[in-house]
């Protein structure tokens, strides 16, 4: 087997994060995709000692598991790689890469409390981010989410089964409106252009709905006329707030140079176990609300009570999670680098009358050491990446007894778990939540426990 080579084979093992390992002979075959017992076409592109890096060409033939319905842009879309199987057998091939990966870090002899699915499984998104493009060189104008493994082509994706109609509805008009006005979309090779993307928002128990339009500054556009055509719109949800974000940043992402309010506020609201957040367009919110209410549930339990102590809450991005636990403690410090974040987090508890909450502003590894208190219980709630070793090293210097690890990255969390290993603390129960069904990610709540 070299470089550039066609081969055939059968996918055998599923790895976490959506990619898959194959022995053929002696060498472990790499691949992004595929779904055990898939025949593919693949061209290798690397190849070293007992190993070898491959690209699929062509499904040949589908997996046995693949048994269930999908929807129309299903394999030409990069998103619902594992929509065919069905969610049954989605959790339990989860829960098997979750165990994996704590036991080739030989971490063992805990609780295993198994997988919680997501009480949706389909139409579960409050969040989508598209963008603006074509599906074919010089083809019409496409909004919507980048094809599988291309970098450029966009599908309009109007038959998606993560979104309900809302999503569809807003994304469809958009993509018409802006085909008869002929603007050009923003190219990310020589950075000109006009459309860039369309973020939408809905807070799914307040019924409120969020459309952000973002393009550059290349075009001087009035945007009223697309604000009168979605007010138009006949949609389950209130349209509370349109936004038109200017960015002019060369990198592939949603930031915002000027923010201006065309419709409403600049925010929407959405309540979680009795609590109400504000959600700005930018700040971080879990994009499955009714799975988002499971796994904070599932890590009240975890915590239990701790009406007389001190919690500190890190990464704690908008406050949900610490404020959803503020009834169980005395005091609850958050503390989240993003400084957006930490003002709608005190809007949030000041929101929901909770005094005993406070947010602040920092670098985790920085701020816990100029905090006067000492935590009972430390809540980490770390960005995929996971936690800094540094951070681990002054986390575990509180001494707190234990600690409860929320991760959306199982790959990052047993290899900081091994580093608190190394502090003294051991798992005591793990529980995965599945907040992304039909994709290949998955949350995982770790309950650690100081022991020496």
Do not use: W
């Amino acid at each position: 087997m070299k470089k550039k080579d066609i081969i055939e084979f059968e996918v055998d093992k599923m790895e976490f994060g959506g990619t898959s390992v194959t022995l053929i002979g002696n060498r472990e075959v790499h691949m992004k995709g595929g779904i055990s017992g898939q025949r593919v076409k693949a061209a290798v592109k690397r190849t070293r000692s007992g190993k070898a890096d491959v690209k699929i060409i062509e499904l040949l033939e589908n997996s046995p598991i693949e048994t269930e319905e999908t929807c129309k842009h299903f394999n030409e879309c990069g998103g619902c790689t594992i929509l065919s199987v069905p969610y049954e057998k989605q959790l339990e091939i989860k829960e098997k890469q979750v165990m994996d990966l704590f036991l080739k870090q030989d971490l063992f002899g805990f609780q295993f409390l198994g997988i919680q699915g997501s009480p949706e499984d389909k139409l579960y998104r409050n969040k989508m981010e598209y963008t603006f493009g074509d599906e074919m060189k010089d083809g019409p104008l496409t909004l919507g989410l980048h094809k599988k493994g291309k970098h450029i082509d966009i599908l309009t994706v109007d038959g998606c089964v993560l979104v309900d109609q809302d999503f569809t509805t807003v994304l469809t008009s958009s993509v018409e409106f802006f085909n008869e006005k002929q603007l050009p979309y923003y190219k990310g090779m020589n950075h000109k252009g006009y459309l860039r993307n369309l973020v939408v928002r809905k807070g799914v128990n307040t019924k409120e709905l969020m459309v952000n339009i973002v393009t550059s500054s290349q075009v001087d556009f009035d945007m009223n006329e697309y604000k009168e055509m979605l007010l138009k719109l006949e949609t389950e949800a209130e349209i509370v707030s349109i936004l038109h974000t200017v960015n002019d940043g060369l990198a592939d992402a949603v930031q915002c140079d000027e923010l201006r309010v065309l419709h409403g506020r600049d925010y929407i609201q959405e309540e979680i176990l009795g609590l109400k957040f504000k959600i700005s367009p930018f700040s971080f919110f879990q994009t499955n609300t009714k799975g988002a209410e499971e796994l904070y549930t599932m890590t009240r339990e975890f915590i239990g009570d701790h009406a007389d102590k001190v919690v500190f809450d890190l990464y704690s991005g908008t406050g949900t999670i610490g404020q959803v636990m503020a009834g169980a403690a005395s005091k609850v410090y958050g503390i989240e680098i993003i400084e957006e974040a930490v003002v709608a987090a005190n809007e949030n508890a000041k929101l929901n009358g909770l005094t005993n909450c406070e947010f602040v502003a920092g670098d985790v590894t920085k701020t816990v050491k100029k905090l006067k208190h000492k935590p009972d219980l430390i809540i980490v709630d770390p960005p995929r990446p996971g936690v800094h070793k540094d951070a681990i090293r002054d986390i575990s210097g509180f001494g707190s007894k234990e600690i409860v690890y929320i991760s959306c990255n199982p790959k990052t969390l047993v290899l900081d778990l091994v580093e608190f290993r190394n502090y003294g603390y051991e798992v005591e129960k793990v529980k995965c939540m599945d907040m992304f069904p039909n994709t290949p990610h998955v949350e995982t709540v770790v309950k650690l426990k100081k022991v020496r």
